[in-house]
């Protein structure tokens, strides 16, 4: 990434997509914000330029394959190839059984969320490799990506997104285009915020399993994507890094008779 580089974001218009376009257009980045919300993502846009901000907005669905190919082509001609590409836009689902899930939605959380990571990868990347400058793709993954959680389509797509960015790593790594995933826990978004107030989620039951007394909020994804691709990463390519306050190194520790340690008088594991 250069001092004044395109960035491509997909699922731009909202949460932690927002704030990766937030980010990289404040360190003087040319942003192409893309998303199926239109009104969000034009006023994002509008909101950014007026601030002296280089972000163009595109309406684009990411699971129609043609679609990304004709904004891609359409992307280069008013901009350039870019040197960095976020695929943040999926469906989010809520709590499902397999057994009862209706088969409609889950093939289009498919195409949102894996598909349209392929499409994206595979529309811009082809650029990337033609540019022949090298440089960053990161995938929004989860701590889906790393355990079973019930939520059929979006918990196995994310471990697909994982090996797909570990795939793309082997494939472009000669061409200089590193390719990396972050994995978030629950994102402090204005819509999680909203179903805590509700009472629809419990914030002490969500916090018992994080290291951290603190909940990502996606100004700090937004850091760790931007990280991933900056020059201070160079050598880092196929991971998945975790921005989940502990989730990972700690969620086990709920099935051991031992408990969190931050529940027991010691501040230790106890038995
Ligand atoms: N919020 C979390 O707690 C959390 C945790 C881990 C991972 N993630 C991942 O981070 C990414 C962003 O999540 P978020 O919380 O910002 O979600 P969000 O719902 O706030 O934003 C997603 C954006 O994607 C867009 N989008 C949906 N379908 C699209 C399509 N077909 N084409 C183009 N754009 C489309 C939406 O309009 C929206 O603007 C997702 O991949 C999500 O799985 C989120």
């Known amino acids: 990434m250069n001092e004044k580089s395109l960035v491509v974001v997909t699922g731009a218009a909202r949460g932690i997509g927002e704030a990766t376009v937030r980010k990289f257009a404040s360190m003087g980045h040319s942003v192409a914000a893309l998303d199926v919300n239109r009104e969000r993502g034009e006023a994002l846009a509008s909101e950014l330029q007026t601030a002296g901000q280089q972000v163009v907005f595109h309406a684009c ?27 943040s836009a999926a469906l989010i689902p809520n709590t499902e059984s397999i057994m009862e899930m209706d088969l409609g939605a889950h093939d289009r959380m498919w195409r949102v969320n894996y598909h349209g990571t392929v499409h994206a990868c ?47 790593a082997a494939e472009l790594g000669r061409h200089h285009i590193r390719v990396n995933s972050v994995g978030p826990t629950y994102v402090m978004t204005p819509e999680l915020q909203a179903r805590i107030d509700s009472g629809q989620r419990d914030l002490a039951k969500m916090m018992k399993v994080h290291a951290l007394d603190i909940l990502p909020t996606p100004a700090d994804v937004a850091e760790a994507i931007a990280f991933l691709s900056s020059p201070a990463a160079r050598a880092i390519t196929g991971i998945l890094m975790p921005v989940d306050s502990g989730w990972t190194a700690s969620a086990t520790y709920m099935t051991y008779s031992g408990g969190v340690p931050w529940e027991s008088d010691t501040g230790s594991p106890t038995a």
Do not use: C, E, H, W
Not at 70 to 84: F, I, K, T
């Open 122 to 168: 595979r529309s811009f990347g082809r650029q990337m490799v033609a540019a022949g400058r090298g440089g960053s793709i990161v995938t929004l993954g989860s701590i889906n990506s790393v355990l079973p959680m019930p939520l059929p389509a979006y918990n196995p797509g994310k471990a697909a997104i994982a090996r797909l960015t570990q795939l793309l």
């Open 61 to 87: 669905d990411v699971a129609d394959a043609d679609a990304v190919d004709d904004l891609a082509a359409r992307v280069q001609r008013d901009l350039g190839s870019p040197s960095v590409l976020v695929t």
